[in-house]
T-cell receptor, first 116, second 113 residues
Framework: NAGVMQNPRHLVRRRGQEARLRCSPM?????VYWYRQLPEEGLKFMVY????????ESGMPKERFSAEFPKEGPSILRIQQVVRGDSAAYFC??????????????FGPGTRLTVT | DAKTTQPPSMDCAEGRAANLPCNHS???????VYWYRQIHSQGPQYIIH???NNETNEMASLIITEDRKSSTLILPHATLRDTAVYYC??????????????FGTGTRLKVLA
């Protein structure tokens, strides 16, 4: 059973460009979470999605950031007009469907975004 | 904001038990305690979780105090590969369906040869 897949693993963008980060959850998982980790800091929650629905986006910056999890295909985290402060590691996690409080999240290897 | 407090760093001799403490004094009755670790800059790896009772799996043991205000992760025989940042996370089941983890700064465990 393949784990959570993220691509690309490394992404370099110039200021003002767009960054698209992809996440394929584990097979059978329908919950996806995105986290951001700045250098030497812990992970910060950004957004929680289920298929075709954004459930909690309380950690998303108000501008330039968006996320989706379509019925078919991977979840996408999109950053428009990137700035140097967006440079970070972006991690995706997935968990199984259902409301069981004990379900753990499985993390992908992350995408390291560098804005030059 | 994180609901947990952990020491910033700890050292442990190889082969010895590593005991990592975590305070979560504001934990609610339906909130679980999760432990993850992050090796270098890899994605966090799930270790163990619990609600009230102590738990054990092939990686570690989790001891939760009776009042649930603190817990300890025990790695019974630490190896050099256990060197990592260990995160203690309190996660609740919210009616809206939110299951986000709120990470603190974690404990940087260094296993010494």
């Amino acid at each position: 059973n393949a784990g959570v897949m993220q691509n690309p693993r490394h992404l370099v963008r110039r200021r003002g460009q767009e960054a698209r980060l992809r996440c394929s959850p584990m097979k059978g998982h329908s919950h996806v979470y995105w986290y951001r980790q700045l250098p030497e800091e812990g992970l910060k929650f950004m957004v929680y999605l289920q298929k075709e629905n954004i459930i909690d986006e309380s950690g998303m910056p108000k501008e330039r950031f968006s996320a989706e999890f379509p019925k078919e295909g991977p979840s996408i985290l999109r950053i428009q007009q990137v700035v140097r402060g967006d440079s970070a590691a972006y991690f995706c996690a997935s968990s199984p469907p259902g409301l069981a409080g004990g379900d753990e999240q499985y993390f992908g290897p992350g995408t390291r975004l560098t804005v030059t | 904001d994180a609901k947990t407090t952990q020491p910033p760093s700890m050292d442990c001799a190889e082969g010895r038990a590593a005991n990592l403490p975590c305070n979560h004094s504001t934990i609610s009755g339906n909130e679980y305690v999760y432990w993850y670790r992050q090796i270098h800059s890899q994605g966090p790896q799930y270790i163990i979780h619990g609600l009230k009772n102590n738990e054990t799996n092939e990686m570690a043991s989790l001891i939760i105090t009776e009042d649930r205000k603190s817990s300890t992760l025990i790695l019974p025989h630490a190896t050099l590969r256990d060197t990592a940042v260990y995160y203690c996370i309190v996660r609740g089941v919210v009616a809206s369906g939110t299951y986000k983890y709120i990470f603190g700064t974690g404990t940087r465990l260094k296993v010494l040869a």
